[in-house]
T-cell receptor, first 114, second 112 residues
Framework: KQEVTQIPAALSVPEGENLVLNCSFTDSAIYNLQWFRQDPGKGLTSLLLIQSSQREQTSGRLNASLDKSSGRSTLYIAASQPGDSATYLCAVRPGNQAGTALIFGKGTTLSVSS | DGGITQSPKYLFRKEGQNVTLSCEQNLNHDAMYWYRQDPGQGLRLIYYSQIVNDFQKGDIAEGYSVSREKKESFPLTVTSAQKNPTAFYLC???????????FGPGTRLTVV
């Protein structure tokens, strides 16, 4: 059964630092991988979607990479800001075809101090 | 404005009572999902539906029921058989798992 792990569980950095969040999954047969942001008490906001055939996606200060064969993805945040403070969740859509549901990691809670 | 709405935002349930959480989307997505989130845990899948009048159980379906009579609506009923229903419930949709999944703002259910 597919399992998703995120390390570290929590991270505190000063403003301006570049940082990397890690996500690993046990079964390399995935359809796509998605990174989300969640603020306290709120729903999830989609950040980046990487299809299984892609290696990376970029949006502004965010860059997500995917290494399907090793079961890993990273989310790189450049020049962190206090507004980046939130929980970041990684999720994979298992299988080789559409029609399955996302499986989530437990998230990394990021705190950026000014 | 396209998106997913969930209501109510907060819900209180008495012991032995059934309650229904609403989820509506106007994104014209085929697939809809219900997840439960507990403190310190990731999101866990309750039910999902790929098309109208069809749905599949997720990992924690016991004590829950759903219906999918319309493409835009996927209500979740928390029955009295669910022994620990206090949690944050999130609804999502996507276009048959090909595109991004989008989430609603969530409903916080508390047993009183």
């Amino acid at each position: 059964k597919q399992e998703v792990t995120q390390i570290p569980a929590a991270l505190s950095v000063p403003e301006g630092e570049n940082l990397v969040l890690n996500c690993s999954f046990t079964d390399s047969a995935i359809y796509n991988l998605q990174w989300f942001r969640q603020d306290p008490g709120k729903g999830l906001t989609s950040l980046l979607l990487i299809q299984s055939s892609q290696r990376e996606q970029t949006s502004g200060r965010l860059n997500a990479s995917l290494d399907k064969s090793s079961g890993r993805s990273t989310l790189y945040i450049a020049a962190s800001q206090p507004g980046d403070s939130a929980t970041y969740l990684c999720a994979v859509r298992p299988g080789n075809q559409a029609g399955t549901a996302l499986i989530f990691g437990k998230g990394t809670t990021l705190s950026v101090s000014s | 404005d396209g998106g997913i709405t969930q209501s109510p935002k907060y819900l209180f349930r008495k012991e032995g009572q059934n309650v229904t959480l609403s989820c509506e989307q106007n994104l014209n997505h085929d697939a809809m999902y219900w997840y439960r989130q507990d403190p310190g845990q990731g999101l866990r899948l309750i039910y999902y539906s790929q098309i109208v009048n069809d749905f599949q159980k997720g990992d924690i379906a016991e004590g829950y029921s759903v219906s999918r009579e319309k493409k835009e609506s996927f209500p979740l009923t928390v029955t009295s058989a669910q022994k620990n229903p206090t949690a944050f419930y999130l609804c999502a949709s996507s276009q048959q798992g090909v595109t991004e999944a989008f989430f609603g703002p969530g409903t916080r259910l508390t047993v009183v």
